[in-house]
């Protein structure tokens, strides 16, 4: 009841514009510690201590000011319909919270009594009765690009950036010119080592001289005719010990049939290194872009088809206008024919390993000197202009055909010199 009295004065003073001294004005400072000191203003200032950490807390007195924006009173300012107005709004959010707890005090005895019974199950159901807002927090991409892009931090950027380019471009220089030094070095070094016939440490310089020649992007007469002298001098270096026609021969009885084991023989000695090969190559009849070399070799019925897959050749052909190649090679696969039957050998040449003859030293060194044989110096020189002239010869194995014959080998894991039947 003496709340009541005391509310009807308020509201009195209110509407009068003046401070009612009977109304208590509570206050709620929060202390240092983070607790909150409560109590009620007085007409004059007070000293409260705070009761977690005993620090004194000083309290204004109460607002004897008209109500502001930024400071609350209990005097309200303006003419007395404004002051009735901020009353009545008052009043009336008031009036509405009653009806909602004069409506939940009005549940029925049961629930109630099982409320009691079952405090947890009480608090759970009040809990799911209140709708939770999710909130995403809001991001603003302008502001964190400026703060994160300043004007300070592209300065250093830059500087890094700078500094980087440098390092890489001395550093390329510096490649460079030791790549240079090392080509006119190679190239020196590898004509005494071929006059000296040391095959070995030719292939080293030579293997030097062509790093460096990547390096500096060579791309003229002398670089290729660099690049096929070193694959020429590994193909010499890695020339097979014993010898194909042999092999075939070997082959056979003497009654010109095919001994047991004939493939296996033929395969073994085909895996002993690389083998030079001076004969006509002509398209395959059924097969195009696949050129055929007939090897008479076999004393037998069967007669040795040799294929090679290196579309370049065709551009030797026709620019030398003769059919007849010199070459150096490895047999990739071996196929024996039926003893039964009139089929022929099937031997496939690697075109990874496929290298045309250009340097007199090294036919010197298998046995074919041009003194010897005047036909072989006119080969020797028609091949060395071509190699010399021809852009595209040095990527032969880079060629999409060859590619894809490779891939596929790879992938189905066909060993070497596999018969295609077994």
């Not at 209140?130 to 909130?135: D, E, K, Y």
Request: hydrophobic share 40%.
């Amino acid at each position: 009841m003496l709340a009541s009295v005391a509310k009807l004065k308020q509201i009195k003073a209110k509407l009068q514009g003046s401070a009612e001294a009977a109304v208590a004005t509570p206050y709620e400072v929060q202390c240092v510690c983070g607790d909150t000191v409560t109590g009620v203003r007085r007409a004059t200032w007070i000293q409260r201590e705070c009761q977690s950490c005993l620090q004194s807390v000083f309290v204004l007195p109460a607002n004897t000011y008209p109500s502001t924006p930024s400071v609350p009173s209990e005097i309200l300012d303006g003419s007395f319909t404004d002051r009735l107005k901020s009353v009545v709004a008052e009043l009336l959010p008031r009036r509405e919270q009653e009806t909602v707890d004069s409506a939940s005090s009005a549940k029925p005895v049961s629930t109630v009594a099982t409320a009691d019974a079952d405090p947890p199950r009480a608090v759970a159901t009040a809990e799911e009765k209140v709708h939770r807002r999710l909130s995403l927090p809001t991001f603003d991409i302008k502001v964190a690009v400026f703060r994160i892009v300043t004007p300070f931090r592209i300065l250093m950027l830059a500087m890094i950036a700078v500094v980087t380019l440098t390092a890489y471009w001395m550093t390329y220089q510096r490649a460079v010119e030791a790549a240079h030094h090392t080509w006119l070095k190679s190239t020196d070094d590898a004509l005494a080592l071929l006059e000296d016939r040391d095959f070995l440490q030719l292939e080293v310089v030579l293997t030097k001289a062509v790093n460096a020649g990547k390096v500096l992007g060579k791309d003229d007469p002398e670089w290729r005719g660099t690049l096929n002298l070193l694959q020429e001098t590994q193909a010499i270096n890695s020339i097979a010990a014993g010898s194909l026609l042999m092999a075939f021969h070997r082959a056979y009885d003497t009654n010109a049939s095919l001994v047991a084991g004939a493939a296996a023989l033929l395969r073994e000695e085909a895996s002993t290194g690389t083998f030079v090969f001076d004969s006509y190559l002509h398209h395959h009849p059924e097969t195009a872009g696949v050129l055929l070399m007939d090897l008479p070799a076999t004393p037998g019925l069967h007669s040795v088809e040799v294929t090679i897959t290196v579309p370049g050749i065709q551009d030797l052909l026709h620019a030398n206008g003769d059919e007849r190649v010199l070459f150096a090679a490895q047999i990739r696969s071996v196929q024996a024919p039926a003893s039964d039957t009139r089929d022929a050998w099937k031997l496939q040449i690697d075109p990874h390993s496929f290298v045309l003859l250009t340097n007199p030293v090294h036919c010197e060194e298998i046995g074919l000197s041009p003194d010897d044989y005047p036909h072989i110096a006119n080969i020797l020189t028609r091949q060395r202009d071509f190699v010399a002239s021809s852009q595209q010869w040095e990527h032969r194995a880079d060629e999409p055909g060859i590619r894809t014959q490779f891939s596929e080998t790879a992938n189905i894991k066909t060993p070497l010199l596999n018969n295609p039947n077994e």
